[in-house]
Nanobody, 120 residues
Framework: QVRLVESGGDTVQAGGSLRVSCEVSGGTFEIATMGWDRQVPGKQRELVASISASGTTYYSNSLRDRFTISRDNAKNTVYLQMNTLKPEDTDYYYC??????????????WGHGTQVIVSS
């Protein structure tokens, strides 16, 4: 069983910054790929960013200039730094744990989300 707990969601003004965190218990954090998605009811879920165990990152093209994903294996925590926030960034942000093992399969888990509201 893998548990992911997001924190740091808040209400901020447009143009401001915010860092959300995801602390992982269970599983094998140091070799898992971690990611952040965002979604609101009635909207398709969007992959924001991911980071592999080796540190390779992926970003949505529309967000890569403003968002940065990082991980701290000593703390079993992944972060998403969000800068120059815009009202359209308002969403629930979800943390993802993904570990694929050849010949076995994939472990895939989600947190319950943390809410980010950007006011204009």
């Amino acid at each position: 069983q893998v548990r992911l707990v997001e924190s740091g969601g808040d209400t901020v003004q447009a143009g401001g910054s915010l860092r959300v965190s995801c602390e992982v218990s269970g599983g094998t954090f140091e070799i898992a790929t971690m990611g952040w998605d965002r979604q609101v009811p009635g909207k398709q879920r969007e992959l924001v960013a991911s980071i592999s165990a080796s540190g390779t990152t992926y970003y949505s093209n529309s967000l890569r200039d403003r968002f940065t994903i990082s991980r701290d294996n000593a703390k079993n925590t992944v972060y998403l730094q969000m800068n120059t926030l815009k009202p359209e960034d308002t969403d629930y942000y979800y943390c993802n744990y993904n570990l694929w093992t050849a010949g076995i399969g994939t472990d895939n888990f989600w947190g319950h989300g943390t809410q980010v509201i950007v006011s204009s």
